[in-house]
């Protein structure tokens, strides 16, 4: 049936003394469905790396960030005077896998700590 098995299908259908119009049509076709091919694997990919980010969307917006004086501090919790809003006192809980520093009440800090108040990290300034 076919005369060339290295040339492709348009080609053997040519050699066959075929149509030249349904070679037209079969290319036609074979290109739409590589372009079709082709738009199903972007649009896949793109959704794939939709929902292998949504983790750390969550996680970027969990945490918060208060710069500080520190107004009392124990073992267990830290206490937290807002510089950005006077007034505002915050006790967080400490974290063991946040960095221990050797903070004092007075210190300015920056702390970055979760929605359920506890301390994701301490920056001392200055």
């Not at 469905?33 to 750390?56: D, E, K, N, T």
Request: charged share 15%; aromatic share 6%.
């Amino acid at each position: 049936m076919f005369m060339c098995f290295s040339g492709t299908l348009a080609s053997s259908l040519l050699l066959e003394n075929t149509n030249t119009q349904e070679v037209i049509i079969l290319l036609k076709k074979t290109l739409s469905i590589i372009l079709i091919s082709r738009w199903l694997i972007a649009i896949f990919v793109i959704s794939v790396a939709g929902v292998a980010a949504i983790p750390f969307e969550k996680e970027i917006h969990k945490t918060r960030i208060v710069m500080g004086t520190i107004i009392n501090k124990n073992i267990g919790l830290v206490t937290v005077g807002s510089q950005e809003h006077p007034g505002q006192i915050l006790t967080l809980s400490t974290n063991p896998k946040a960095e221990r520093l050797a903070l004092r009440p007075g210190d300015q800090i920056i702390v970055e700590y979760y929605s359920d108040y506890i301390i994701r990290s301490i920056t001392k300034k200055g």
